[in-house]
């Protein structure tokens, strides 16, 4: 292995520690998340929406959190904004699950779910896609 191997063998652990401190810092620094607010834009204009009407799992969750209404700029629609205020019992998947089926059902007038009826059996090797797909809807990532 020559020098620039070498090199690479002691700088790739030190970059990567690097980026997981930063990471974590910025996590920090965000704050608890219980101030933190989630934003949503919906295709329907603010006229025709009403925040004590908000169909859904959002008005389920809407004793304890903070919605408000906004047009989206560049009239695009409406931007549904919710934040959790100190003392709440609601939690970011909460939320998130909340304002995806809230969009779903104010422009389709359904909720999709990829988790229907299932087309195969249950198995020990399908059991991985079927929790992501289950947690996904809380975080956001599928």
């Known amino acids: ?7 690479l063998l002691i700088a790739a652990p030190l970059a990567a520690g690097t980026v997981a401190v ?15 607010t989630h934003v949503l834009t919906v295709y329907k204009p603010i006229d025709e929406l009403q925040a004590t009407q908000l169909p859904g799992s959002l008005r389920e969750i809407a004793d304890g959190v903070e919605i408000s209404l906004r047009a989206a700029p560049g009239d ?36 999709l779910l990829p988790s ?16 992501a797909t289950r947690k996904g809807r809380e975080g956001g990532l599928l």
């Open 22 to 36: 930063a990471a974590a810092r910025r996590r920090a620094a965000r704050g608890p998340a219980a101030h933190r």
């Open 116 to 131: 229907g009826p299932a087309t195969t059996t249950p198995t020990l090797l399908n059991r991985p896609l079927q929790t």
């Open 1 to 7: 292995m020559g020098r620039t191997g070498k090199a």
């Open 76 to 111: 695009r629609g409406t931007e549904i904004a919710v934040r959790i205020p100190d003392g709440s019992s609601v939690t970011d998947g909460d939320v998130r699950r909340a304002l995806r089926e809230t969009r779903s059902l104010i422009e389709t007038g359904d909720v």
